[in-house]
């Protein structure tokens, strides 16, 4: 498992990352395309402590063959339209075939099942449209 890179919680930078990893209810997650650019996607994710995110996707998301190609990536947190409240994570993505599907995650059902039942019409039918879970072992925080 992962060691914990997130900043010092007693430091405000720090309490606002652990804040927004926790609570946030989307993140720019960016891929390396074949052609080398990047390749930002909204997703829905989960916090898993102290350092790994986890996302779901279609089986037949363009993410997949990217992260298959390069697992290096990043996320990031939509600023406060001002330029600051900045929160960009980096690390490694790699397949998480012994996940549990989305509707049976408790954190994440309790995150996005409502919505989960918005997008697809149950938490089930959910978890059928996006099988594939990701994680992400994170390596680095920056922001301000």
Do not use: C
Not at 65 to 77: E, G, K, T, W
């Amino acid at each position: 498992m992962a060691s914990d890179v997130l900043p010092d919680a007693s430091s405000s930078f720090g309490r606002r990352v652990r804040e927004r990893v926790r609570d946030d209810l989307l993140v720019w997650f960016s891929t390396v395309g074949a052609d080398g650019t990047p390749q930002p996607n909204p997703v829905w994710f989960i916090w898993v402590e102290p350092s790994t995110v986890l996302i779901y996707n279609m089986a037949t998301a363009a993410r997949l063959a990217h992260i298959a190609r390069n697992p290096r990536v990043s996320l990031n947190f939509d600023g406060d339209g001002q330029g600051g409240d900045i929160v960009v994570l980096t690390g490694r993505a790699e397949l998480a075939p012994q996940s549990p599907a989305p509707h049976e995650n408790p954190d994440y059902l309790a995150k996005y099942g409502e919505p989960m039942a918005q997008v697809a019409g149950s938490p089930e039918a959910f978890s059928t449209a996006y099988p594939v879970a990701v994680t992400i072992a994170l390596d680095r925080v920056r922001g301000h």
